[in-house]
């Protein structure tokens, strides 16, 4: 197994299939214990395991420990990622279920989301549609547009106070 990481950065064929069989043992094994991953689909964490080796984990690599110790440990990153973002993913359904109506908008009226999100500024409809429909997270745009995380939970903040305001004003 020496050298793993080293054969896969030179391209070698065979450490690709090596790295791909232990990537996908591992997230078996990983997933196959239950806990917070077992709801989540194995060969998915081993998918996106290899996604993020292949893209960003063969540069990041410092020769520091074995390479199998280094695979072992972008899988289970993966999963507990993929666990978070299934219980966010839930928490945000939960919530939207449990809120109360508001006042200022009778429970019969149609909310047409779409509407809302068109009549916002360009700006802040792209930051609510990345963040709500394209799950990105507010980390990722931090560092997309140059920002610190806190800046982007600001905005967001301050979009979902213009959405609401606009959602709730007197309708014909």
Do not use: H
């Amino acid at each position: 197994m020496g050298g793993l990481i080293q054969r896969l950065q030179a391209g070698d064929r065979t450490a690709q299939q090596e790295a791909n069989r232990l990537v996908r043992t591992f997230a078996r094994k990983i997933c196959r214990g239950g806990g917070p991953s077992g709801a989540i689909d194995w060969e998915d964490v081993a998918q996106e395991s290899l996604r993020k080796l292949y893209a960003v984990g063969l540069q990041q690599y410092r020769g520091a420990g074995s390479s199998k110790s280094y695979l072992y440990s972008i899988v289970k990153a993966t999963v507990i990622q993929m666990a978070r973002s299934s219980s966010r993913q839930q928490v945000r359904e939960d919530t939207a279920m449990a809120l109360p109506p508001n006042p200022g908008v009778q429970p019969n009226d149609s909310m047409d989301v779409r509407l809302v999100l068109r009549t916002l500024d360009p700006a802040c409809r792209d930051l609510i549609t990345k963040i709500f429909f394209l799950d990105v997270s507010s980390a990722d745009l931090a560092r997309t547009l140059g920002l610190t995380e806190s800046s982007v939970r600001v905005r967001l903040s301050r979009c979902l106070g213009k959405a609401r305001r606009i959602a709730t004003k007197e309708r014909p």
